[in-house]
């Protein structure tokens, strides 16, 4: 293990719990397919970028959300908006980069990022009871 996959573990474990990070690791370490790609997660991603001082964790979430959102990637921003509440976005802040992304991405990603955003907030109880689109009969 070299510097940045000791700091990628250690932010990892912080943002995700101990076993989403060992899930991550293990791959990393199977010698498998895609076994690099998990490595570089860990040491580049996490270790070499997301621990950079200059940047709160939750700032850095919020700029991660945004970019996942305008990439329409649902799996992807699942994760990242609970690692963005660990990080300790609030659902207000949520919305508002929810928000602020829409004039740049259309209401197609924004509706995906919503559908996405609520089952996160579901999972925790922080939904308000909200329905997603396909729920109200909107799709």
């Known amino acids: 293990m070299n510097e940045n996959w000791q700091a990628g573990h250690e932010l990892m474990v912080q943002m995700m719990g101990p076993e989403f990070a060992k899930a991550i690791e293990a791959g990393a370490t199977s010698g498998g397919f895609a076994a690099d790609v998990a490595r570089m997660a860990i040491e580049h991603a996490f270790g070499s970028v997301w621990s950079r001082p200059g940047l709160e964790l939750k700032y ?30 609030t659902v207000l802040e949520l919305q508002e980069i929810i928000i602020q992304t829409l004039p740049y991405v259309g209401f197609p990603a924004i509706s ?3 559908t996405v955003t609520i089952e996160v907030l579901r999972e925790r109880g922080l939904d308000g009871g909200v329905k997603k689109a396909d729920e109200s009969g909107l799709l």
Request: hydrophobic content about 50%; charged content about 10%; overall charge positive.
């Open 112 to 114: 995906s990022a919503l």
């Open 60 to 89: 850095r979430s919020a700029v991660v959300i945004g970019a996942l959102i305008a990439q329409h990637q649902p799996a992807e921003l699942k994760n990242h908006l609970r690692f963005g509440l660990n990080n300790g976005l």
